[in-house]
């Protein structure tokens, strides 16, 4: 059968394909149009935004540089050019270390406390800082585990025409080199600082550079003036970002931020403090320094609003003892230990109330050679009264080692008096670890296989601790790296035993590490540093390498 076709003799399937194709070029043209059409409406608009009237648009201009009434400007002017940008670089030792920290800290004894080593300042870094007290933010870079160069950053203050700068402690400490920049110099120019002196306590240091000619400087205010609630300037290098200026008010003054720590009693701003700012000044509106910017509290490694300036009257002080011929800080001391938080029910039963009551005396001491004892309240230092512990501690660190000084007391209910000679705090310190400043160096044994120092438990140490009679030895130090530190003993922890022998001296110790060797087992009995009375054992051990 023939398929259909049309009128024109093609085949119905032909005659399909030939109307669709018939229907193409209409559809084409349909859409062209479209466009057209929409192209005309947007060019009409367009030529309607071109046909607006804008004469009556005024033209901007900008007005002549004038001084506004602005007291922020005025002080940040008179003070930043002698604010400084401090960049330090050191040799750190085997940087990744653990540091061990105590589980447990004990009541804060007043200005007679052994010094804990690195642990305790590094405690007070990461809770206050955010990061380690040597390194710049962010860390001090890759490393397995060998000695690296740390670089990091801080401000300071020039305090005196000649070059005289003020910063922290822990912007300078161990530090192999010092540069500093001025402001308002190219950023390629520094000049090489010297440590003058420098105070752990206060975590202050004096250094000191060259110029050739005479350097701005910023005058120190009365921080005793201060109110809460002054409006006050932070300035420094937050970041690395030299002369940034921030404003807060004074939120506190008296603040102790770390229990049972002398002589760190600081004003609190909210004005922003960072990382870097740290050894910059705290300016009131007079233009002066009333504070070292020191610490801030923060759980981000940032501001959080709550920052922390030693005042300019311990400034002052501190300076200038550290710029003396002995270019250190001597305090006073009468050889004592009491709580930093006495329970009131302490003091009415021993002070009726007042004073401050006497936990321990040190052995050989001043207060121990006046009779003082355990359970005595010291209500009067050289005739003034004292209230509590800072008072206390005050008064005595102000006088100098040597001075003859009047202790008014209670004991059984009767108040007495007693004449002390002030001794120097850090040689007490000294002497409770068994060694002082002077001869330490010299004294000290070398490490040995197992990477530490030690020395006979001093009889406080032992008291504090509960030690039975000649028990165990303190250690004095621990090798970075070594065995010792490899099982996480630290500075101050009693060894007790060595693989169950017994540690009753330094020369038991020297004879149980001769006989130790390469692969074997090392276990320590250990009371750890920061423990009281009811301190107990913990076992510590690896296997000597």
Partial sequence: MEPLKDASGLPQ???TIKKRNRFAPLFVSSVTMVLVLLIGTVLTYTARAKSVDSADAPQLTVPAVRQHDNEFARVAKNVEPAVVNINTESTVKNPHRRLRRSPQQPPSPDDEQVPDGNNGLQDWFDK???QDPNGAPGG???????????????SGVIVSANGYILTNFHVVDKADRIRVSLMGEPATVSYPAKVIGTDRETDLAVIKIEASHPLPFAKLGNSDSMQVGDWVLAIGSPFGLKSTVTAGIVSAKGRNIVPGRQFQS?????AA?????????LVNMDSEVIGINTAIYTESSGYQGVGFAMPSNTIAQVFNQLVSPAHKVERGSIGITFSAETSPAVTRMYGGGKGVVVQDVTPGGPAAQGGLKGGDAIIAVGGKTVKNGDELVAEVSSHHPGDKLKIGYLRNGKQEEVTVTVA????????????????AEEQAPKEGKLGITVRSVPAATAKRLNLQGNQGVIVMDVKPGGFGDSVQLGRGDVILEINRQPVGDPDAFAKIESGLKSG????FVVRQAGQGRE???SFLGGTLP
């Fill in 520 to 523: 074997q087992d090392v276990v």
């Fill in 13 to 15: 399937e032909q005659m």
């Fill in 266 to 270: 600081f004003i609190q701003t909210d």
């Fill in 140 to 154: 001090r870079g890759p490393g397995g585990g060998g000695d690296m160069t740390a670089q990091s950053l801080g």
């Fill in 535 to 537: 301190a107990t054992n």
């Fill in 273 to 281: 403090i960072n990382p870097g700012n740290s050894g910059g000044p």
């Fill in 128 to 130: 206050f800082f955010g």
């Fill in 424 to 439: 120097d705090r850090q040689k007490l310190f000294g002497a409770q670890l068994g060694t002082t400043d002077e001869d």
